[in-house]
Nanobody, 123 residues
Framework: VQLQASGGGLVQPGRSLRLSCAAPGFSLDAYAIGWFRQAPGKEREFVAAISYSGGITYYSNSVKGRFTISRDNAKNTVYLQMNSLNPEDTAVYYC?????????????????WGQGTQVTVSS
């Protein structure tokens, strides 16, 4: 499974970005998807996850209320809408796929990972 994360970039504090996670040639609609991030010098951490249907979502405390994970199974894409970005959100963001439909926050629960997309929040 080749997951492709996209949508990163340089953005000013307080602005928004939307990341996308796609898997060309592979259907994601039966699987939970998670977003994780890794800042320089830090361990990779959980950001958000969504069930196969989109009915269950989880967020880390650091992004709750600012980020929204969603999915469009017709487009085979999972999104991470990031609002009110701050410099602490600067990281490489990765999407990952579980082998089941239920979301989890543990990285160990995910089987396939995308290549990551850089998000830099700076004035």
């Amino acid at each position: 499974v080749q997951l492709q994360a996209s949508g990163g970039g340089l953005v000013q504090p307080g602005r928004s970005l939307r990341l996308s996670c796609a898997a060309p040639g592979f259907s994601l609609d039966a699987y939970a998807i998670g977003w994780f991030r890794q800042a320089p010098g830090k361990e990779r951490e959980f950001v958000a996850a969504i069930s196969y249907s989109g009915g269950i979502t989880y967020y880390s405390n650091s992004v709750k209320g600012r980020f929204t994970i969603s999915r469009d199974n017709a487009k085979n894409t999972v999104y991470l809408q990031m609002n009110s970005l701050n410099p602490e959100d600067t990281a490489v963001y990765y999407c990952a796929q579980r082998g089941t439909g239920q979301p989890m926050s543990s990285m160990l629960s995910y089987d396939y990972w995308g290549q990551g997309t850089q998000v830099t929040v700076s004035s």
